[in-house]
């Protein structure tokens, strides 16, 4: 079990934990983080998303089972569908992150409400450069949060954004040493707020074209993994 998650005084936590791999998720680890995001949301309003260790916050779907994807999984992503149920979902959500959110990793953390950053996290999108996009929601989310121009920086340049960046741009709140302990006092003080209030103005925040934007994401997405991996005539 790399997935970890519980309840404490009415705050939901979901830990990451396999560091060997960098807090990659395969297929069974998204299913994992599924689970314990619908149940903790049934039960909590508020939800805090962190690892283990503090060199990585999450690497991105595992490398190895990706080789195997093909255009229908791409079509389909998995990923994509369990990010935007957390960023929908009527739970506040907060990324706690200490050093790298890569690919995925950055993805799911821009699926969240709230992301508090320490000193050694960085935010990286490299799927250009394997010949596929950020498609499970990083498109859409990176540009809706930092605008057109960081979006590209990210995604066609391949810049990495720093913690004081992100911070300065307002992508993240500083977490200083241990973003873990800032992410659950903010979820306190979430927690003692009104939760209808809450989903209502979190509904109202959320952008009303991102249904069409995730859809291209995933058509995109698809039609590259056929390019790099054509069916035989």
């Given at each position: 079990?790399?997935?970890?998650?519980?309840?404490?005084?009415?705050?939901?936590?979901?830990?990451?934990?396999?560091?060997?791999?960098?807090?990659?998720?395969?297929?069974?680890?998204?299913?994992?983080?599924?689970?314990?995001?619908?149940?903790?949301?049934?039960n909590c309003s508020v939800i805090v998303i962190h690892s283990t260790g503090d060199?990585?916050?999450?690497?991105?779907?595992?490398?190895?089972?990706?080789?195997?994807?093909?255009?229908?999984?791409?079509?389909?992503?998995?990923?994509?569908?369990?990010?935007?149920?957390?960023?929908?979902?009527?739970?506040?959500?907060?990324?706690?992150?200490?050093?790298?959110?890569?690919?995925?990793?950055?993805?799911?953390?821009?699926?969240?409400?709230?992301?508090?950053?320490?000193?050694?996290?960085?935010?990286?999108?490299?799927?250009?450069?394997?010949?596929?996009?950020?498609?499970?929601?990083?498109?859409?989310?990176?540009?809706?949060?930092?605008?057109?121009?960081?979006?590209?920086?990210?995604?066609?340049?391949?810049?990495d954004i720093d913690a004081v960046s992100a911070?300065?741009?307002?992508?993240?709140?500083?977490?200083?040493?241990?973003?873990?302990?800032?992410?659950?006092?903010?979820?306190?003080?979430?927690?003692?707020?009104?939760?209808?209030?809450?989903?209502?103005?979190?509904?109202?925040?959320?952008?009303?074209?991102?249904?069409?934007?995730?859809?291209?994401?995933?058509?995109?997405?698809?039609?590259?993994?056929?390019?790099?991996?054509?069916?035989?005539?």
């Open positions: 079990m790399t997935i970890h998650y519980k309840i404490s005084d009415g705050i939901g936590q979901i830990t990451l934990d396999r560091p060997d791999k960098a807090h990659a998720y395969d297929s069974d680890h998204i299913e994992q983080i599924a689970a314990a995001f619908s149940e903790l949301s049934l060199r990585v916050f999450c690497a991105g779907a595992d490398l190895d089972q990706m080789k195997s994807a093909t255009p229908e999984d791409a079509a389909n992503l998995r990923s994509q569908a369990v990010f935007t149920e957390i960023a929908r979902s009527n739970a506040i959500t907060i990324a706690a992150i200490q050093g790298a959110a890569v690919a995925g990793g950055f993805e799911l953390a821009l699926s969240c409400d709230i992301r508090v950053a320490g000193r050694k996290a960085f935010f990286r999108l490299p799927e250009t450069s394997l010949g596929i996009i950020p498609a499970a929601g990083g498109t859409t989310r990176l540009t809706s949060l930092l605008g057109a121009s960081i979006a590209k920086q990210v995604i066609l340049a391949g810049q911070t300065r741009w307002g992508l993240t709140i500083d977490g200083g040493g241990s973003p873990f302990d800032v992410a659950m006092r903010l979820a306190e003080d979430i927690r003692d707020r009104d939760p209808v209030a809450q989903r209502e103005a979190k509904k109202l925040i959320n952008t009303v074209a991102e249904d069409a934007h995730l859809s291209a994401e995933r058509s995109v997405q698809s039609e590259l993994y056929a390019r790099k991996n054509p069916k035989p005539a």
